[in-house]
């Protein structure tokens, strides 16, 4: 896939008028890279085989955040409207390279300060065990998938709208959900796959669900009871809630903190650098 977004043509542009010949440009992850050929009239993608117009480099350089997927017929931006939550998704350029989901126009990823992707890992990282079978309940752009997916033995993904799966096509970072050999991308919706799974079936649960208003049935104590009894034994629970500087998510990690608590979670723990809950199944921690 050849992409571009609105902090590469931006680059680009500047580089034009400072007379550079060749700059860098991030091509996915793990810091891949590949060359730009600058020109007076635009540049040369050499990975791509791939000429773009200064044109083109204007209309994509605002605003920064846009995305941009080359097709053979031109560069079109990377936004569709989701017949799930009849808002319009798209792929949020970052200025550190990996891309935000974004829904109904706001980036559903912490992108200020952090990258996304990292933001995704201090998730994974702040489960003292990532083993076993793990399930991933809102895929996203399954940044946490295939973090989890490097120390797990198998991880069911949970992604219900189209829009987002097409998405997973359209980026580098999110393409591996499809050719790595221990995930599954499932396309159903969270609350009827999880109340299909047999009891005992996950050993570590990451739920990151949009926001209340779009899917508060994922913030109750009944369907916490149902991510309870999918847990083994020593099973946990990492629930994203959101900044504990804010005044809502402040108000968030209390409530769900105690409906999760009542739910029969016997500890629950605030994790301060992630953004989010552990909850014990066991009480303990490994």
């Not at 993904?157 to 050999?181: G, I, K, N, Q």
């Not at 990690?253 to 723990?269: D, H, I, N, Y």
């Amino acid at each position: 896939m050849t992409f571009l977004t609105g902090y590469d043509c931006q680059r680009i542009l500047a580089a034009i008028l400072t007379g550079e010949t060749v700059i860098e440009r991030l091509i996915g992850p793990d810091g891949a890279t590949a060359a730009v050929d600058i020109l007076e009239t635009g540049c040369y993608l050499q990975d791509a085989d791939v000429s773009v117009s200064l044109e083109d480099l204007e209309r994509m350089a605002r605003p920064a955040h846009g995305y941009f997927l080359y097709d053979g017929d031109g560069w079109h931006k990377q936004v569709s409207f989701s017949p799930s939550t009849k808002l319009q998704v798209g792929l949020y350029a970052t200025e550190t390279g990996t891309p935000a989901l974004m829904v109904g126009g706001f980036p559903m990823h912490r992108h200020k300060g952090i990258d996304p992707w990292a933001s995704s890992l201090a998730m994974v990282n702040a489960v003292p065990r990532v083993y076993g079978r793990i399930l991933d309940t809102t895929c996203g752009l399954g940044y946490v998938t295939l973090s989890a997916a490097k120390r797990a033995v198998r991880v069911t993904t949970l992604e219900v709208d189209p829009a987002v799966c097409d998405l997973h096509h359209a980026s580098p970072w999110s393409a591996p959900l499809y050719t790595s050999p221990n995930i599954t991308v499932v396309n159903e919706s969270c609350l009827s796959f999880v109340t299909s799974q047999a009891s005992g079936s996950y050993d570590v649960i990451f739920h990151d669900p949009p926001t209340v208003q779009i899917a508060g049935d994922l913030y109750s104590k009944t369907f916490y009871a149902e991510l309870l009894r999918l847990l083994s034994r020593k099973g946990v629970l990492f629930h994203y809630i959101g900044s504990p500087e804010s005044r809502n998510g402040s108000t968030m990690m209390r409530g769900t903190k105690r409906r999760l608590s009542e739910a029969g979670f016997e500890k629950v723990v605030q994790i301060d650098s992630a953004f989010g809950l552990l909850a014990f199944k066991g009480g303990q921690v490994f």
